[in-house]
Structures are given as structure tokens and as C-alpha cells.
Nanobody
Framework: QVQLVESGGGLVQAGGSLRLSCAASGRTFSMYYMGWFRQAPGKEREFVAAIRWSGGSTYYADSVKGRFTLSRDNARNTVYLQMNSLKPEDTAVYYC???????????????????WGQGTQVTVSS
């Protein structure tokens, strides 16, 4: 198991930027993928982006492609989500998640992930 702690959320005006961090601790050497999801009030949790922990593969939701960028720092066991050109519809609680074991890749499926962080609020004002 790993423990995940998100940070970096906040209030920003439309068009602004934020960088979210997800710091992992525990059995980080076993991580296969890390993903970001978000959930707005009254809506289902939706996929945002995912990255293979060993590198080489990244995935983005169409709604954030070209605006959000994932990166990772293996030495710090941290994944970053750089969010640019933010829109009011990006407002949500953002969750970090980790998949621990190698399996058929289903990064868009929240149930595919084994561990979740507590979430960080992102609010984009118009």
C-alpha cells in the first residue's frame, strides 16, 4: 500500500494556473500508474490524467488536453499536475490515485486504482 497526499489546490481566476502535487509514501517501488481524478458537486468522479510511474506513458482527458501536464519526480515520489488556462468548469475536488499491480491498463476507470488521497479543492472563478 501507499499513502497519497495532495496539495496545491486553491482559488484562481479563469485563465490562471495552479500546480497540484501528489506525494506518495510507503511501497512506492510497487506503483504501476498514478492518476488524477476530479469530482465537482453533484457530479460523478471523472478521469483527468494518468502517468506510468516508471515513465513512458501519459494519458489525458480530452477536456484538459493541451492545458494540463503531468510530470513526476521519482526521487521525491511525487507526481505533479500543472494546470494552465483554467476554466470555471475545472472547479472540483482533485484526487490523486495509485495503481499498485501490473494489469491491463484501464486508467480511465476509478475502480482500477488501489489507493486514493484525501483530495484538494480547486476553485476557478469567472
Amino acid at each position: 500500500q501507499v499513502q497519497l497526499v495532495e496539495s496545491g489546490g486553491g482559488l484562481v481566476q479563469a485563465g490562471g494556473s495552479l500546480r497540484l502535487s501528489c506525494a506518495a509514501s510507503g511501497r512506492t517501488f510497487s506503483m504501476y500508474y498514478m492518476g488524477w481524478f476530479r469530482q465537482a458537486p453533484g457530479k460523478e468522479r471523472e478521469f483527468v490524467a494518468a502517468i506510468r510511474w516508471s515513465g513512458g506513458s501519459t494519458y489525458y482527458a480530452d477536456s484538459v488536453k493541451g492545458r494540463f501536464t503531468l510530470s513526476r519526480d521519482n526521487a521525491r515520489n511525487t507526481v505533479y499536475l500543472q494546470m494552465n488556462s483554467l476554466k470555471p468548469e475545472d472547479t472540483a475536488v482533485y484526487y490523486c490515485a495509485a495503481r499498485m499491480t501490473i494489469a491491463q491498463v484501464r486508467v480511465l476507470d476509478a475502480s482500477w486504482y488501489d489507493n486514493w488521497g484525501q483530495g484538494t479543492q480547486v476553485t476557478v472563478s469567472s
